[in-house]
């Protein structure tokens, strides 16, 4: 099992930055890439970003250009770093692994707790 923690999201004003961080642990070596995910108010899941064990990165179109993924693997952490922030971006951020599975990304962890970004003026 990878346990996650998200933290880092709070109040912005349209056009501003905020990261996000998710630490990682237990069974880090199972899975292919870490992601991050938001859920608006009454909508589902939405995939946001991720990154493979490979460093290679993958954006819906929505974000790219404004939000960048990375991942410390030493602190076995990801983060988000989001710029140019809309307020459709307004959403609970959620991270999880991912595993490579029948020619695509399956989520491997339960959601976690989340962490609230709010983009108002």
């Known amino acids: 099992q990878v346990q996650l923690v998200e933290s880092g999201g709070g109040l912005v004003q349209p056009g501003g930055s905020l990261r996000l961080s998710c630490a990682a642990s237990g069974t880090i070596f199972s899975i292919n890439a870490l992601a991050w995910y938001r859920q608006a108010p009454g909508k589902q899941h939405e995939f946001v970003a991720r990154i493979t064990n490979l460093g290679s990165t993958t954006y819906v179109d929505a974000v790219k250009g404004r939000f960048t993924i990375s991942r410390d693997y030493a602190k076995n952490t990801v983060y988000l770093q989001m710029n140019s922030l809309k307020p459709e971006d307004t959403a609970a951020y959620y991270c999880?692994?991912?595993?490579?599975?029948?020619?695509?990304?399956?989520?491997?962890?339960?959601w976690g707790q989340g962490t609230q970004v709010t983009v108002s003026s």
């Open positions: 999880n692994a991912e595993k490579w599975d029948s020619g695509r990304y399956a989520i491997y962890s339960s």
